[in-house]
């Protein structure tokens, strides 16, 4: 079972759920670069709301999906991030680097708008 | 209280860090605390996936002097670590000098102990403590 990929205009939404294993983390890091390509997507929301724990190999793949995403001209915004899971991850040196982040997915959203809003961006 | 799970695929360290975050809950860690051990047991689950043929971990309550606290204990069968001082060295990234990401996991927890042997493996003994009560009557 894949990570959901939705599609929202030029802007496309990856809602991790609880309880991913490795091999589903890295297969949403090759759906999501396909979906990019296929639907020429300007920015990428990954919702890590539901992740209870992310440790320092999730946030390498995070990492790892954010800079192949970006070789295609698209950004990443990661959203979600819980409290907790913020704390552990300073705690443990593992933070996701400069990958812009924001509180939940209306605003990772808005990020993306801001960032690409005004482009006249034609879905063949 | 103690349960053990073998650790060998990637599924398992879903399957222990999940363990010790609903035990960590039920003995009365706040939910910070209980992710932060969640993520210890992760790190040294995936070390045990990913270098070793395989390992255990256990998850155990502890009582000392009053206290009440959670014991990790990842355990594994693999070719162990030579330098133990490389492995825990630390910039304040995580991964310390051998990339296991050690002094990370080190500073999740209260007490770590760390045991290898050359061609036979390495065991890593975690703990974390529930604050003690202060009563309201002394004040500080």
């Known amino acids: 079972m894949g990570v959901p990929i939705l599609k929202q205009g030029p802007f496309l939404i990856a809602t991790i759920q609880a309880a991913l294993a490795d091999a589903e983390l890295e297969g949403l890091r090759a759906d999501l670069v396909q979906n990019v390509v296929r639907f020429r997507s300007l920015g990428v929301v990954v919702d890590v709301t539901a992740m209870d724990v992310m440790d320092s190999y999730s946030s390498k793949i995070l990492i790892e999906i954010s800079r192949m995403i970006r070789l295609r001209g698209t950004e990443t915004v990661i959203v979600g991030i819980q409290p907790e899971v913020a704390f552990a991850m300073v705690q443990l040196g593992s933070t996701l680097a400069d990958i812009p982040t924001a509180l939940d997915l209306e605003e990772g959203l808005a990020y993306l708008h801001q960032r690409f809003g005004g482009l006249d961006h034609a879905i063949n | ?140």
């Open chain 2, 1 to 140: 209280m103690k349960l053990t799970i073998d650790i060998a695929q990637d599924k398992d360290v879903v399957a222990a860090r999940q363990a010790g975050r609903i035990r960590a809950l039920k003995l009365g860690f706040s939910l910070g605390d209980a992710t932060l051990i969640a993520t210890a047991i992760s790190e040294l689950a995936r070390n045990i996936v990913s270098y070793t043929p395989g390992g255990t971990i256990a998850i155990a309550d502890l009582n000392s002097k009053g206290r009440t606290g959670l014991q990790i204990v990842a355990q594994d069968r693999g070719p162990g670590i030579r330098d133990l001082e490389l492995a825990l060295r630390d910039g304040f990234s995580s991964s310390g000098g051998l990339g296991l990401g050690l002094p990370g996991v080190r500073r999740l927890m209260d007490d770590f102990e760390i045991e290898s042997v050359a061609g036979q493996g390495t065991t890593i003994r975690l703990m974390k403590w529930l604050p003690t009560r202060v009563s309201g009557d002394h004040g500080t």
